[in-house]
């Protein structure tokens, strides 16, 4: 049975086919669709004769955004921060959470998601009341960790301390490599600065 008729020559004579396609989705599962596409036998057209492939991305995507909301929420949930307090520190009403997940999610409110999952510590900022204080420091603590993360996908671990005087801040790290090295690395230092030389080259 096919009724589709070609928009350019008139004929019935047309055949389907579908064609599954997909769209990354941050934070979310992929919008995954299957479009339609007509061909002509008589006149050689190919398009969606129809119209319906706007309709059916449109919703694949209101699917996975609801989803990538759901996960977002989930993801906080699982990290101390239920709904009640994320609907709270952002001075939204109660239940707002609830009707996003149900698929009621808006572009400004998957954005704030999306913003607030990639840096977390906003909430903190939010709670605050935006304090200017809280804002730099949740910054500067934000930076050390992403430090800490860098050296430790160089490191197996390590440590920083700390320690000041009246004249003085004396700052200790330890990392310890993966593997063992050859010969010392030759550090050095310099007024204000700490550098680590390359690895000095094979002695042979
Ligand atoms: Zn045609």
């Known amino acids: 049975m096919n009724t589709v008729q070609c928009p350019s020559c008139g004929s019935i004579d047309v055949t389907a086919s579908q064609e599954p396609g997909s769209l990354p989705m941050s934070y979310g599962p992929d919008a995954t669709f299957v479009e339609v596409n007509h061909t002509c036998n008589s006149c050689g057209l190919c398009a969606d004769f129809t119209g319906e492939n706007d309709a059916v991305v449109k919703a694949a995507i209101e699917k996975s955004e609801a989803a990538a909301a759901?996960?977002?929420?989930?993801?906080?949930?699982?990290?101390?921060?239920?709904?009640?307090?994320?609907?709270?520190?952002?001075?939204?009403?109660?239940?707002?959470t609830q009707r996003w997940k149900s698929g009621e999610v808006s572009a400004a409110a998957l954005a704030l998601l999306r913003l607030t999952r990639t840096y977390p510590w906003l909430l903190d900022v939010a709670d605050s009341n935006y304090d200017e204080h809280v804002a730099i420091g949740a910054l500067i603590e934000a930076a050390g960790h992403a430090f800490r993360a860098g050296l430790c996908a160089q490191f197996k671990g390590g440590s920083?301390?700390?320690?000041?005087?009246?004249?003085?801040?004396?700052?200790?790290?330890?990392?310890?490599?993966?593997?063992p090295v050859g010969p010392p690395v030759f550090t050095g230092t310099d007024r204000g600065q700490v550098y680590i030389q390359p690895l000095a080259p094979s002695f042979g």
Request: a neutral charge; aromatic letters at 8%; charged letters at 20%.
């Open 160 to 179: 920083i301390a700390v320690t000041q005087t009246a004249t003085q801040v004396n700052i200790n790290a330890e990392l310890y490599r993966h593997e």
């Open 70 to 96: 759901e996960s977002i929420l989930r993801w906080f949930s699982e990290n101390g921060v239920p709904a009640v307090h994320f609907e709270r520190v952002l001075r939204l009403p109660m239940r707002t």
